[in-house]
């Protein structure tokens, strides 16, 4: 099937219980000769992986296009629209490093998943720690749907390289031994703010997330709520966790929330 079919046609997709669901993915449109060798089309078969692993679960109505473009400062999703109204991401990688595209693909996928816009940047720290559960969950689900059907029939061998990679990030920032996530944010809560995409500290906490998303992927559309309530105004993560509970549209998505709020050693 031609490359801009692929991009348009919708894709069978088994779940974890192995059923069939039809799932229509963003248009995923990159930009090319600018990856130093790699084929757009080779990038877009990546990206589209990725995105099968996460987007149907984020019960998203929105198809907006997703125009991809090359970075040297930063993978980034732009706050601006294009023309059309399509997401503007830029990669910064190259080659076929295509763990590191998919990585950081899934990550800026979950910050169009949360709803992303400025505002008040207090809880930025814990969007970006979703991001890279993300980017986790993202790789290691790839390995998975590799081994049963890989982008191309000759990639095969490769697909456990993604989960290799999220397993040495995770391996790279450790969580501590026998720490409660209450010991953890009550040591940083006075710095999270300070510097919200600080990376070692981010997988860190996103190494101890993941366990709820890869036990219920379904809650990947509890962050399509986190954002509705984000204005200028400074709040704290307490109030930032009961708006974002309170915007959420299901029992399970609220009760999801409500564990986090008392993970997190919030009396609220």
């Known amino acids: 099937m031609g490359r801009f079919l692929m991009l348009l046609a919708p894709l069978l997709l088994p779940n974890l219980s192995g059923d069939i669901q039809r799932h229509i993915l963003p248009k995923i449109i990159v930009t090319p000769n600018i990856w130093?060798?790699?084929s757009v089309s080779n990038i877009e078969l990546i990206l589209q992986s990725t995105a099968r692993q996460i987007w149907p679960y984020a019960e998203q109505s929105s198809l907006c296009t997703i125009q991809v473009d090359r970075s040297r400062t930063g993978p980034i999703?732009?706050?601006?629209?294009?023309?059309?109204?399509?997401?503007?991401?830029?990669?910064?990688?190259?080659?076929?490093?295509?763990?590191?595209?998919?990585?950081?693909?899934?990550?800026?996928?979950?910050?169009i998943i949360c709803g992303y816009k400025k505002g008040d940047r207090s809880n930025l720290w814990f969007e970006e720690s979703l991001?890279?559960?993300?980017?986790?969950?993202?790789?290691?689900?790839?390995?998975?749907?590799?081994?049963?059907?890989?982008?191309?029939?000759?990639?095969?061998?490769?697909g456990v390289e993604f989960a290799k990679y999220a397993q040495n990030r995770i391996n790279r920032y450790t969580w501590p031994d026998n720490l409660p996530l209450a010991q953890w944010y009550a040591q940083k809560k006075h710095t999270?703010?300070?510097?919200?995409?600080?990376?070692?500290?981010?997988?860190?906490?996103?190494?101890?997330?993941?366990?709820?998303f890869e036990k219920d992927?379904?809650?990947?559309?509890?962050c399509s709520f986190i954002n509705h309530k984000k204005t200028d105004q400074e709040v704290d993560f307490s109030t930032y966790l009961l708006d974002w509970?309170?915007?959420?549209?299901?029992?399970?998505?609220?009760?999801?929330?409500?564990?986090?709020?008392?993970?997190f050693g919030l009396d609220v």
């Open 131 to 158: 991001c890279e559960t993300a980017s986790l969950f993202v790789l290691r689900k790839m390995t998975e749907e590799w081994k049963i059907k890989p982008s191309f029939p000759n990639w095969k061998p490769y």
């Open 36 to 38: 130093s060798g790699a």
């Open 217 to 222: 992927p379904s809650l990947w559309a509890t």
């Open 77 to 111: 999703v732009l706050y601006r629209r294009g023309s059309n109204g399509e997401y503007l991401v830029h990669l910064d990688t190259q080659k076929q490093y295509w763990c590191q595209y998919a990585f950081q693909f899934a990550h800026e996928l979950c910050h």
């Open 245 to 263: 509970k309170d915007n959420c549209q299901t029992s399970k998505q609220k009760g999801f929330v409500q564990k986090l709020i008392l993970s």
């Open 192 to 212: 999270l703010n300070e510097d919200p995409t600080n990376r070692p500290r981010n997988v860190q906490l996103a190494s101890q997330l993941l366990q709820y």
